[in-house]
């Protein structure tokens, strides 16, 4: 079974952090979730770092949570924080005190929409396609979807979504406000993007 990590890539005050399951869509698994805690908390706690770029590896944003490896979490109640991590939802503990740019394309279902509300500015490719879908699996939105979505989007755009679950484009990603930039050219990969040094 592929065991998701974090690749970390510092360009000057910039960490570039890296979701790398590729294989499985990036979908989140626990080893995947830990990382990218800890890559947060090494972004926070750097006084040379000024702010967090977040992208995934592969054609894919995330497919969501690997929900078997998440039943016992989702069965405790509480999220689980590595030691030295911050949450990238934002829900516990300390907050991230640096702004995050997310960067995403394929497919940005569930946490993937979670995360990018939990960020400062976002940017979707053309061909990114959306979806809060758990009301379709029969499950709560546990990473803060219920509350950022309407306040980000406003309640009717956000309610059209979570309610039925359908998937939508990053043309009307844009439209509603979850993302403030969408190039009609799709990008591959956030590593071909210039950063300032």
Same mark, same amino acid.
């Given at each position: 079974?592929?065991?998701?990590?974090?690749?970390?890539?510092?360009?000057?005050?910039?960490?570039?952090?890296?979701?790398?399951?590729?294989?499985?869509?990036? &979908?989140? +698994?626990?080893?995947?979730? #830990? %990382?990218?805690?800890?890559?947060?908390?090494?972004? #926070?706690?750097?006084?040379?770092?000024?702010?967090?770029?977040?992208?995934?590896?592969? #054609?894919?944003?995330?497919?969501?949570?690997?929900?078997?490896?998440?039943?016992?979490?989702? %069965?405790?109640?509480?999220?689980?924080?590595?030691?030295?991590?911050? +949450?990238?939802?934002?829900?516990?503990?300390? $907050?991230?005190?640096?702004?995050?740019?997310? &960067?995403?394309?394929?497919?940005?279902?569930?946490?993937?929409?979670?995360?990018?509300?939990?960020? #400062?500015?976002?940017?979707?490719?053309?061909?990114?396609?959306?979806?809060?879908?758990?009301?379709?699996?029969?499950?709560?939105?546990?990473?803060? &979807?219920?509350?950022?979505?309407?306040?980000?989007?406003?309640?009717?755009?956000?309610?059209?979504?979570?309610?039925?679950?359908?998937?939508? +484009?990053?043309?009307?990603?844009?439209?509603?406000?979850?993302?403030?930039?969408?190039? $009609? $050219? %799709?990008?591959?990969?956030?590593? $071909?993007?210039?950063?300032?040094?």
């Amino acid at each position: 079974m592929t065991t998701g990590t974090v690749s970390l890539d510092r360009r000057g005050h910039v960490l570039v952090i890296g979701l790398d399951r590729a294989a499985k869509r990036n &979908a989140f +698994d626990l080893p995947l979730w #830990d %990382a990218l805690c800890r890559a947060y908390g090494e972004l #926070d706690r750097d006084p040379a770092l000024r702010v967090g770029v977040l992208h995934a590896h592969g #054609d894919h944003f995330t497919g969501g949570l690997d929900l078997p490896q998440w039943a016992p979490v989702f %069965a405790s109640g509480q999220w689980h924080i590595p030691d030295g991590g911050v +949450d990238p939802l934002g829900l516990t503990g300390p $907050r991230l005190q640096k702004p995050i740019v997310a &960067a995403v394309q394929g497919v940005c279902l569930t946490i993937g929409i979670e995360l990018l509300l939990a960020t #400062d500015l976002r940017i979707a490719a053309g061909s990114t396609r959306f979806g809060q879908i758990e009301i379709k699996r029969g499950i709560y939105p546990v990473g803060g &979807a219920t509350l950022r979505f309407p306040r980000e989007c406003g309640w009717a755009n956000a309610m059209r979504w979570l309610l039925t679950g359908d998937e939508f +484009d990053a043309a009307e990603a844009l439209r509603i406000g979850l993302v403030q930039r969408s190039p $009609r $050219r %799709a990008r591959s990969s956030i590593a $071909r993007w210039r950063w300032p040094r």
